[in-house]
Nanobody
């Protein structure tokens, strides 16, 4: 199963980026979708997660700045990131957790977000 993440890049502090992740419909329709990130030398942490039914949760560090959404017709999950800071620099991964499992079963390849000060 391949999840295709895109949208990363280099942005100045205070700027915005939108990440996208497309998944096969058979997986997307049954899965909670999430975005995780891993900064150099750090563990991979959950950034945001959205259930099949549209309810979302966020890491405290991104609340009020990031918004996760999903398009169930296009089988795509998005992460709108506003007010970016250098601390948001990381590789961002999308993931799918079928039937609301706590931990994802499927992962995308990662997309690098670099925020310059």
């Amino acid at each position: 199963v391949q999840l295709q993440a895109s949208g990363g890049g280099l942005v100045q502090a205070g700027g915005s980026l939108r990440l996208s992740c497309a998944a096969p419909g058979s997986i997307f329709s049954i899965s909670a979708m999430g975005w995780y990130r891993q900064a150099p030398g750090k563990q991979r942490d959950l950034v945001a997660r959205i259930s099949r039914f549209g309810s979302s949760t966020y890491a405290d560090s991104v609340k009020g700045r990031f918004t996760i959404s999903r398009n169930n017709t296009e089988n795509t999950v998005y992460l709108q990131m506003n007010g970016l800071t250098p601390d948001d620099t990381a590789v961002y991964y999308c993931a799918a957790a079928p039937y609301g499992a706590t931990y994802p079963r499927y992962w995308g390849q990662g997309t690098l977000v670099t925020v310059s000060s």
